[in-house]
């Protein structure tokens, strides 16, 4: 009988806020309140406009690493600068 574990580790699992407040808040509902439907949630408008903030944030966050991560290694091939010319 093998035991041995398959596969490897890609390390530690970031933690990820907003999942973990969205179950709290959703146990909240359920077990404490009794209830279970979700449409008795309506983000107010100050929610609204923290969520298009931070979504703002993260899309510039998005671009800055994508940026960081291709820092002209495709300008640098023939096909890359036959596209730099072209625009």
């Known amino acids: 009988m ?6 490897g580790s890609t390390g530690v699992p970031q933690y ?3 999942k973990f ?3 709290r ?3 909240e509902r359920e077990m404490i309140y ?3 439907s979700n449409k008795t949630q309506e983000p107010t ?3 609204i406009t923290l969520k298009k903030k931070r979504e703002e944030k993260e899309a510039k966050l998005a671009a800055r690493k994508y ?3 291709h820092r ?3 300008n640098k091939t023939k096909k890359g600068k036959a596209v730099a010319e072209q625009k």
């Open 72 to 74: 002209g290694g495709f």
């Open 21 to 23: 407040q969205q179950r």
């Open 67 to 69: 940026e960081k991560s």
């Open 2 to 7: 093998n035991d041995s574990i398959k596969g």
């Open 25 to 27: 808040v959703k146990f």
């Open 45 to 47: 408008e100050e929610q």
């Open 16 to 18: 990820n806020k907003r």
């Open 34 to 36: 009794g209830d279970f």
